[in-house]
């Protein structure tokens, strides 16, 4: 069972920078596999901010890519995020999630638990 | 950009009877769609992807149908269990980006 692990610094104060990593346990990050953030602002629905490919290739919301940075760490079997000048509404649960290439759809098929992250002074 | 949009909103129904939720896409989906359940406080979790394919573990109770712009998530015959926030989900090829629905809520009558 593929395991996705969040972690952050749960505040982060206005025009910071957030950095978020997730964890993967029994999946390699160098599998084959996409990797992708998705965040959740308090009682609203879902948005994809960034996703990637093993070898390196990135995808970005339009929305959010100018402040946007998604990486990987083989070694640690991690993927990263980093969102630049932050406010509040930036402030969400954000998921990371593996995508099956392997369905048309590129469905996100394991997620993590997601981490509360809230932007304030 | 794609946008998704999803009806009712909130539809409220008794244990044992059969959900209808509805996904619409503002442009034809070549990459047909997928639907997320989510519960307070968990994250979502995959029901249905392309379209029609239940995910591992997902009863039979659930079913996805649909083409083009219009699609359909059904669940048979309501559980407890299944009083949740439902999202679809869609694709793009080029550039790869993802868009999610606003979400419909089923909860108990």
């Known amino acids: 069972q593929v395991q996705l692990q969040e972690s952050g610094p749960g505040v982060v104060k206005p025009s910071e920078t957030l950095s978020l990593t997730c964890t993967v346990s029994?999946?390699?990050?160098?599998?084959?596999?996409?990797w992708g953030w998705i965040r959740q602002s308090p009682g609203k629905g879902l948005e994809w901010i960034a996703s990637?490919?093993?070898?390196?290739?990135?995808y970005y919301n339009p929305s959010l890519k100018s402040r946007v940075t998604i990486s990987l760490d083989t070694p640690k079997n991690q993927i990263s995020l980093k969102l630049t000048s932050v406010t509040a509404a930036d402030t969400a649960v954000y998921y990371c999630?593996?995508?099956?290439?392997?369905?048309?759809?590129?469905?996100?098929?394991?997620w993590g638990q997601g981490t509360l992250v809230v932007v304030s002074s | 950009e794609i946008v998704l949009t999803q009806s009712p909103a909130t539809l409220s129904l008794s244990p044992g009877e059969r959900a209808t939720l509805s996904c619409r896409a503002s442009?034809?989906?070549?990459?047909?769609l997928a639907w997320y359940q989510q519960k307070p406080g968990q994250a979502p979790r995959l029901l249905i992807y392309?379209?029609?394919h239940r995910a591992t573990g997902i009863p039979a109770r659930f079913s996805g149908s649909g083409s083009g712009t219009d699609f359909t998530l059904t669940i048979s015959s309501l559980e407890p269990e299944d009083f949740a926030v439902y999202y679809c989900?869609?694709?793009?090829?080029?550039?790869?980006?993802?868009?999610f629905g606003p979400g419909t809520k089923v909860d108990i009558k």
């Open positions: 392309d379209t029609s």
């Open positions: 990637l490919y093993h070898s390196g290739t990135t």
């Open positions: 029994v999946s390699s990050v160098n599998s084959g596999y996409y």
């Open positions: 989900q869609q694709r793009t090829s080029w550039p790869l980006t993802f868009t």
């Open positions: 999630a593996r995508i099956d290439v392997g369905a048309n759809t590129y469905p996100f098929d394991y």
């Open positions: 442009q034809g989906l070549s990459n047909y």
